[in-house]
């Protein structure tokens, strides 16, 4: 069992940056790859980015790609998204999520890869 807590969130003007952590319990942290993906009104969830289970591969999707970060610690079981040059269209929930798997080279981009979810931390970006 993993549980997930998201941390960061808030109200920031177009063209700042805000960094989310997610902090995972359980000693399972280490066998999961991790993403961070969000969810706007009216709008289905949707991929943000994802890490593999040794942080050797990255994945973002193509709205973030060189604005957005992942990144993780394994030792404070802990996940990050850094987000750079945020536009009004970011402003959603982020949710984390952890998907476990043996492969450390994996990385999971869609919904149904992942076993559990943080219950999300809001990001909202005034223009």
């Known amino acids: 069992q993993v549980q997930l807590v998201e941390s960061g969130g808030g109200l920031v003007q177009a063209g700042g940056s805000l960094r989310l952590s997610c902090a995972a319990s359980?000693?399972?942290?280490?066998?999961?790859?991790m993403g961070w993906f969000r969810q706007a009104p009216g709008k289905e969830r949707e991929f943000v980015a994802a890490?593999?289970?040794?942080?050797?591969?990255?994945a973002y999707a193509d709205s973030v790609k060189g604005r957005f970060t992942i990144s993780r610690d394994n030792a404070k079981n802990t996940v990050y998204l850094q987000m750079n040059s945020l536009k009004p269209e970011d402003t959603a929930v982020y949710y984390c999520?952890?998907?476990?798997?043996?492969?450390?080279?994996?990385?999971?981009?869609?919904?149904?890869?992942?076993?559990?979810w943080g219950q999300g931390t809001q990001v909202t970006v005034s223009s």
């Open positions: 999520a952890a998907g476990m798997t043996t492969h450390t080279l994996v990385v999971l981009t869609t919904t149904n890869r992942y076993d559990y």
């Open positions: 890490i593999s289970l040794s942080g050797g591969n990255t």
């Open positions: 359980g000693r399972t942290f280490g066998s999961a790859a």
